[in-house]
């Protein structure tokens, strides 16, 4: 019967989330404060029932329920518990519903955070989050039934998909769930907004730590994923710009546009039409993100559904939401007003530059994505947009992008002076000219590699010197450790943001320039040098996993005839999908990776072996932890909690004069 449970409780959160998406919102224009107070007990019924539903799945995964069809196709008997729970969001339907529970979370989520709201505000925001609810509850209940009964019942699974096998798999759709969906928030606030024509500072403070959180999950999820993608596929490299990836990329590009336009709404006035713009954008990339990966449009791991129907019905559902709210924004968006002025030379005006290129840039990314498919379904012909297109158009974007985030924060608020501003940099300017010529002396064949380097040491000096300027006007007497406390976590995020975007600059530019990759055809016994090291195919032995057996091939890393490390990278066949995988030899280090992984035998004792030596590639990784660490201090800001903390304390104080009198 747990299946039939989950199932009744898609259809009560069904129920649920209409009854939250369209009465609150009615009763916030009709002044009903009976259907307003409808909102938070629908939102959390809906996410105690989603959750029933989520746990009734991952219980018939655990439990070898082979009489679900879902499970039978994505489980096993011989799979190990974890990846049986892992498998709950392994294929279509559960990741499906892995979108709606990660939905109904962070609608609980702004149910019980926004107690300090207006009651019309948060009617308004849940209900726009039940809407969507409603779409994607009748998506799965419709077309993509997890639940859905196979009779008689399988007598084993079809196994998970062997690429889902590995840690990273288990974390990175969750992380990746939780930045796709938490834009919903930051899309619901700018809706809501607009209904009630209240644009002003106060909603830019109420959406901004939602619109960060969000932000961090999804720069983690796509850490995870290329993370995932170097280790685990065999080839080395960390992004492909894969219509996959892409479809994470471009919400995160518009995501970091919208932070810092909140930014600008928030302490300016300025910029709400684009903020609200923004935030729709972003949450309307997510959703064409969700059609590209599940509608069967794509040949990728990820892309499970190969039903027309379930694109159909995307297709519908994204033109109904991206439709409707640039419907609501050109009806709205003209009486909202400009907000505060500014000069042509001002912080705001950076942020506008910066805001502007990182759009353009998702839209190069979004054109390189689509473009192939429209060709396609046109009859027009087969083309693949790959990395040259991607590095040619986007990369030329970045280059004022990071040169503009190191200048921003010097840049005065409302009106600033590009004397004072020259001033004030040209200290770190010359640092880093002097820096460009040493590198470029010993650097001289590789002047990428030097412009990078230099790039990222602009930031890095900038960064610091931002700080050292801050705390140097601190008040006088003040002890240093007092001045570092004094400093808002907003603005301690925004240079470690800075900073790990250097610290990434770094690893892209060192690893793309500096690599050196050999593939090679190796009998057991014969050495070959890549990078200064030597590795020796030592050996070679059978491996038995119990859902797969395969080769590890053991090979011996020496330099200058000192041993640095043992690699054992193994070629794996699981057995019941009959599918082969590679598990890559790594050793980590600061400044490189050595890395090896098994091709194919080509005949007995001989393989195809590729040989890496990638200098920096782990400061790729490091740069996406400190960036998402940034996002993190930027949203536990003291004035996002201290809001909480004073309403908490005003209703304290009205429940002590109710017992008084």
Same mark, same amino acid.
């Given at each position: ?107 609980? %989520? ?91 500072? %106060? ?31 065999? @080839?080395?490299?960390?992004?492909? @710009? ?231 006007? %601190? ?23 800075? %900073? ?162």
């Amino acid at each position: 019967m747990i299946p039939e449970i989950g199932n009744f409780a898609l259809m009560l959160a069904l129920c649920l989330a209409l009854v939250q998406g369209i009465m609150p919102i009615i009763g916030s224009f009709r002044g009903d404060q009976r259907w307003i107070a409808l909102a938070r007990p629908a939102a959390n019924g809906q996410f105690v029932f989603v959750t029933i539903a989520f746990a009734c799945l991952v219980a018939s995964f655990v439990n070898n329920d082979f009489s679900v069809a879902y499970v039978a196709q994505n489980s096993n008997s011989a799979l190990p518990i974890y990846y049986r729970v892992s498998a709950t969001w392994g294929g279509h339907e559960g990741s499906l519903l892995l979108w709606v529970q990660t939905l109904v979370l962070w609608t609980f %989520a702004v149910s019980l955070f926004s107690r300090q709201l207006p009651d019309e505000t948060v009617a308004r925001v849940l209900g726009v989050m039940g809407l969507v609810s409603v779409g994607f509850l009748c998506f799965m209940l419709f077309t993509s039934n997890p639940f859905d009964r196979l009779l008689p019942a399988a007598a084993n699974g079809q196994d998970l998909n062997p690429l889902l096998q590995d840690f990273g798999m288990i974390i990175h759709p969750p992380l990746l769930y939780m930045g796709y969906v938490g834009f919903s928030v930051a899309f619901s606030f700018a809706l809501a907004a607009l209904m009630g024509g209240q644009l002003d500072a %106060a909603w830019a403070r109420w959406s901004r730590p939602w619109t960060l959180v969000a932000w961090m999950f999804l720069t983690l999820g796509i850490f995870m994923g290329s993370f995932w993608a170097y280790y685990e596929l065999g @080839w080395g490299g960390w992004w492909f @710009w894969d219509a996959v990836e892409n479809a994470s990329f471009m919400p995160w590009l518009v995501g970091t546009a919208l932070i810092h336009s909140l930014a600008v709404t928030e302490k300016r006035g300025s910029f709400k039409n684009w903020t609200v713009l923004l935030a729709i954008i972003a949450f309307s990339l997510s959703l064409i993100g969700t059609f590209l990966v599940r509608s069967g449009v794509l040949t990728s791991v990820h892309a499970f559904a190969t039903d027309p129907r379930r694109g159909l019905f995307i297709l519908m559902f994204l033109a109904v939401v991206i439709g409707g709210s640039l419907t609501l924004f050109a009806w709205r968006a003209p009486k909202v007003g400009l907000g505060g002025r500014f000069a042509l030379f001002s912080r705001e005006s950076m942020l506008l530059v910066n805001n502007v290129l990182l759009l353009a840039a998702a839209g190069t990314v979004l054109l390189g994505t689509l473009y192939p498919l429209f060709l396609d379904a046109f009859n027009l012909g087969k083309i693949s947009v790959g990395p040259p297109y991607f590095e040619a158009v986007f990369v030329p974007l970045m280059i004022p992008v990071l040169l503009l985030l190191a200048v921003g924060p010097f840049v005065r608020w409302k009106e600033s002076s590009v004397a004072d501003l020259l001033h004030r940099l040209r200290l770190i300017a010359l640092a880093t000219l002097l820096f460009a010529v040493a590198a470029g002396l010993l650097l001289s064949s590789s002047p990428m590699v030097v412009f990078g380097v230099t790039l990222a040491v602009w930031i890095f000096l900038a960064t610091g010197s931002n700080l050292l300027e801050r705390l140097r006007h %601190a008040p006088a007497g003040t002890a240093i450790w007092q001045r570092v406390r004094s400093q808002p976590r907003s603005y301690w995020g925004m240079l470690v943001a800075h %900073a790990g975007i250097g610290v990434f600059v770094v690893g892209v530019t060192l690893v793309k320039g500096l690599e050196v990759s050999n593939d090679v055809t190796m009998r057991v016994g014969e050495t070959t040098s890549v990078g200064g090291y030597d590795f020796k195919f030592a050996g070679l032995k059978p491996i038995n996993g119990g859902n797969f057996t395969g080769s590890q091939g053991v090979f011996e890393v020496t330099r200058d005839g000192n041993k640095v490390v043992t690699l054992t990278p193994e070629k794996r066949l699981f057995t019941v999908r009959n599918m082969p995988m590679t598990e890559a030899g790594i050793d980590r280090g600061f400044t490189r990776d050595l890395y090896v992984s098994l091709g194919e035998p080509i005949s007995a004792g001989v393989w195809v072996v590729r040989v890496q030596h990638k200098p920096f590639v782990a400061w790729i990784w490091a740069g996406c932890l400190i960036i998402a660490f940034g996002g993190f201090l930027a949203a536990s800001d003291r004035r996002y909690r201290m809001a909480s903390r004073q309403k908490k304390l005003a209703a304290a104080r009205a429940h002590g004069a109710v017992v008084t009198s």
